[in-house]
């Protein structure tokens, strides 16, 4: 079965510094890979995804995330962070029709 | 556009009692997902709909669940004789494209249900 982990709970970084927020994955065959956040009571917001092609994948709020295939790796990361960017982090892997959700890493942007 | 709407967003029942929480998906989304948010955890899957059909059902807990998709559009996630540990938060999704792995599920703002 296809899966993720994410082996932080929290992340503590000061607002202007660079963000990694880390992610490895678990699957058989190709991996479909994906960034969701998730602020207070609020549903799960779409940030970025890998399926084939580049490494480095850009998405939404100026993120990205590097796909690495030999540490089956896909972590998020902004160069900047901003205070506004304090939220929860998923990861998720797509198998079997679904996705395969991490247990998720809190960021907390210091100001 | 309009994104993927949930009702209620709260929802406080005593333990016994029968509860439907409903998800109106994107216009135009042929899949539709339920999954659930227990604190401090990521969503699990519950459901999976290709059109009105359940393609995947097997992420419902038990029997005492169920879901439908009469028209292929909204859909009702139905729960009976609700239990404690029934309380989370109850995630619906729709994508465009179904069984495939190349689109992204859009995710509504959940319903906080709460069994007393």
């Known amino acids: 079965a296809q899966s993720v982990a994410q082996p932080e709970d929290q992340v503590n970084v000061a607002e202007g510094n660079p963000l990694t927020v880390k992610c490895t994955y678990s699957v058989s065959g190709n991996p479909y890979l994906f960034w969701y956040v998730q602020y207070p009571n609020r549903g799960l917001q779409f940030l970025l995804k890998y399926?084939?092609?580049?490494?480095?994948v850009k998405g939404s709020y100026g993120f990205e995330a590097e796909f690495n295939k030999s540490q089956t790796s896909f972590h998020l990361k902004k160069p900047s962070a901003l205070v506004s960017d304090s939220a929860l982090y998923f990861c998720a892997v797509r198998?079997?029709?679904?996705?395969?959700?991490?247990k998720g890493n809190q960021v907390v942007v210091i100001p | 556009g309009a994104g993927v709407s949930q009702t209620p967003s709260n929802k406080v029942t005593e333990k016994g009692k029968y509860v439907e929480l409903r998800c109106d998906p994107i216009s135009g989304h042929t899949a539709l997902y339920w999954y659930r948010q227990s604190l401090g955890q990521g969503p699990e899957f519950l459901i999976y709909f290709q059109g009105t059909g359940a393609a995947d059902d097997s992420g419902l807990p038990n029997d005492r669940f169920f879901a439908v998709r009469p028209e292929g559009s909204v859909s009702t996630l139905k729960i009976q004789r609700t239990e404690r540990g029934d309380s989370a938060v109850y995630l619906c999704a729709s994508s465009l494209i179904a069984g495939q792995g190349l689109t992204e599920q859009y995710f509504g703002p959940g319903t906080r249900l709460t069994v007393t």
Do not use: K, V
Request: glycine content about 22%.
């Open chain 1, 95 to 102: 198998g079997d029709n679904r996705l395969a959700f991490g």
């Open chain 1, 51 to 56: 399926i084939t092609g580049d490494n480095l």
